[in-house]
């Protein structure tokens, strides 16, 4: 095997480590969860990132090495399985530009003063714990 | 020495490069947010950013699009998002994709992960076939899912936002999470966390061995978007008279187009550089933006948006009134031991018009357990939770249980609780907070602050709670 693709083949097998930990990392603290039914702590957050640490250093290492070393090749030519097309010129485009952005701004217009706006700014200030994941 | 300069010569950023960077930073110039964990609650947020930035992010100084536009189709029962449409149609019409190639922060991201060495999944026709799924994607959970919710049984529930977005898991939950403040939000987490945690990382997976796997296959926004790639005045054009049609454009072009300008082009540019007619540039209208000879308009562009960036990072920081507010007000550490909102204190007295036109008075609560939940009606787990209230409080008529709705009130909602039957005392609070600043309140919602006989505070905590918890937190507070 060319020393290329044994040194693709680490950092591959490395980026699937990392990742599976990370995802073990976070099943593994159900086992282990409070009678109140705490899963997550800032504890086990914390040793689980620790733990992977040595292996992302690992990998910033080899990939910094690879680029030092020359280890890596320019990315290879990417295939096309479709021929090439080209389009010409829209006509009419400045017409449609025009019309839409006539259109956009009497629909911003509109949103200001129907209210809309002010939906956006409420919702952008106030965190929706479900919304972003938390729970 | 000259090995040096030669290897900043060819890994300098590029121009695109730099515009990611510079974007990632103006979306995010709340840089306070990051130490603090608290997000940024200025006006500035009723604007959109153009690419995909959680405005959750404690970094974030405007509004994501996608997030804005799900709640404006859940809230297309009481008000016409028009606002959202109008921005979103704003930005395709002027930018189109070239948002995702050159001003999208998630999409630089992807593109940095995809540095690392590894073995590449090269396209073909099973990530061109791979690429409609974002469109999927925009009806299922973009549009069908707060749809569905908001005009029929009337939740907000931004469907994509909860269930699958990898920028709010990354930049919004971890984001709050990674700052020792928000250590109070840990117990919140639980399966929904699990799974998009598992999401982002399967996501972070992919982008190492696909190029932009996110962009290509998931993004709705981008899909969006691509539909103006025909009509954007921004963007990568070919110019048919000098085009010989060898096809390189598409060869080298990492993305599913099937030609440049598509619905799948980004507008990196790429293409132009393998062009061996010249016969791709980047063009403004008729003019082509990256290859003018005008230095001193370039540097005085440069020199502009420089200062807008420090403008902006300096304004939402230290000078807005917002910052000086939270800067000026005393911490939860120095309240007195007595009084404050912290378990084991004494929650501050006050009085607060009820929307039946009464006043609830918590000198008036002594000697009976206090449930008060802070909810909003554009918050799907406030809503869904209420009913857990009402129960308890109908089972245990002794208690007091009061739902303050926050300030920020988006529609009448009087008429909202008019045909929901809950037993619950509702209020409104005042302009200037008095309630949510009494208990400490975060920008996280719903909230809910136990009291026991003697007044004080057994519990409080940010998140969604089961009707079992309150059970448990009643037998505590008596």
């Known amino acids: ?123 952008a200030i106030t965190i929706c714990s479900e919304c972003i994941g938390l729970g | 020495m000259v090995k040096a300069t030669h290897w900043w010569k060819t890994h300098r950023p590029t121009a695109r490069r730099l515009a990611q960077l510079y974007c990632a930073l103006l979306y995010n110039a709340h840089i306070k947010g990051f130490l603090s964990g608290e997000i940024y609650t200025g006006k500035l947020k009723a604007l959109c950013t153009p690419g995909l930035n959680c405005y959750s992010c404690p970094g974030a100084v405007a509004a994501c699009p996608l997030g804005a536009l799900q709640n404006a189709i859940s809230a297309s029962g009481t008000r016409a998002g028009t606002y959202v449409l109008g921005i979103l149609l704003l930005f395709g019409l002027t930018v189109g994709r070239t948002i995702c190639g050159w001003l999208c922060p998630f999409g630089m991201l992807q593109e940095l992960v995809h540095k690392i060495p590894s073995f590449k999944i090269r396209k073909s026709r099973v990530t061109r076939a791979l690429s409609y799924l974002k469109y999927g994607i925009l009806i299922v959970f973009v549009i069908a ?154 540097h005085a562009l440069q020199g502009f948006a420089l200062s807008v960036l420090l403008f902006l990072i300096l304004w939402v920081n230290w000078l807005s009134p917002q910052a000086r507010t939270q800067a000026s007000s005393p911490s939860q550490a120095e309240n007195t031991v007595e009084i404050g909102c912290e378990i084991g204190q004494q929650l501050p007295e006050f009085s607060l018009e009820t929307m039946n036109n009464g006043i609830f008075s918590l000198s008036d609560t002594r000697g009976k357990p206090v449930f008060i939940n802070l909810w909003a009606t554009y918050c799907a787990p406030c809503v869904k939770e209420l009913p857990y209230f009402s129960r308890l409080h109908s089972e245990h008529p002794e208690i007091e249980v009061l739902a303050v709705h926050s300030s920020l ?51 409080n905590q940010t998140g969604s709670v089961t009707y079992e918890q309150l059970v448990r937190l009643l037998e505590e507070a008596k």
């Open chain 1, 1 to 123: 095997m060319k020393k290329r693709s044994l040194y693709l083949l680490f950092q591959s097998v490395l980026c699937v480590m990392i990742c599976a930990w990370l995802i073990y990392a976070a099943i593994a603290p159900y086992a282990n969860a409070k009678q109140d039914g705490q899963v997550y702590t800032p504890e086990n957050a914390a040793a689980a990132f620790g733990q992977i640490l040595p292996i992302l250093l690992l990998l910033a290492a080899t990939s910094a090495a690879g680029w030092v070393f020359h280890w890596r090749q320019a990315d290879s030519p990417v295939r096309s399985s479709t021929g090439a097309v080209y389009r010409a010129g829209l006509s009419h485009a400045f017409a449609i530009r025009a019309v839409l952005l006539v259109l956009s701004a009497a629909l911003i217009l509109w949103g200001i003063l129907n209210g809309s706006m002010r939906d956006v700014l409420y919702k």
């Open chain 2, 145 to 298: 899912i707060p749809l569905w919710y908001g005009l029929a049984r009337g939740l907000p529930v931004p469907g994509f936002c909860k269930y699958l977005c990898p920028a709010g898991t990354f930049e919004g939950a971890v984001g709050l999470l990674s700052s020792p403040s928000n250590a109070g939000l840990f117990p919140m987490l639980g399966k929904l966390f699990t799974r998009k945690y598992a999401i982002l990382i399967l996501v972070g997976l992919s982008c190492v061995f696909c190029y932009r796997a996110f962009c290509r296959f998931l993004c709705p926004l981008g899909a969006i978007y691509g539909l103006f790639n025909g009509i954007s005045v921004i963007g990568v054009r070919t110019d048919g008279a000098k085009c010989t049609q060898c096809g390189a454009c598409t060869r080298a072009c990492p993305m599913d187009i099937r030609q440049v300008g598509d619905r799948e082009c980004i507008h990196c540019g790429q293409c132009a550089g393998v062009c061996g007619t010249h016969a791709i540039s980047m063009r403004c209208g008729r003019r082509d933006i990256l290859d003018t000879k005008n230095t001193e308009l370039k």
């Open chain 2, 409 to 459: 009130v988006t529609e009448d909602v009087r008429a909202y609780l008019e045909g929901r039957d809950w037993n619950l005392t509702f209020a409104i609070d005042t302009d200037d907070d008095l309630l949510y600043t009494a208990v400490g309140a975060s920008s996280v919602l719903p909230q809910t602050i136990v009291l026991n006989t003697a007044g004080q505070v057994i519990y």
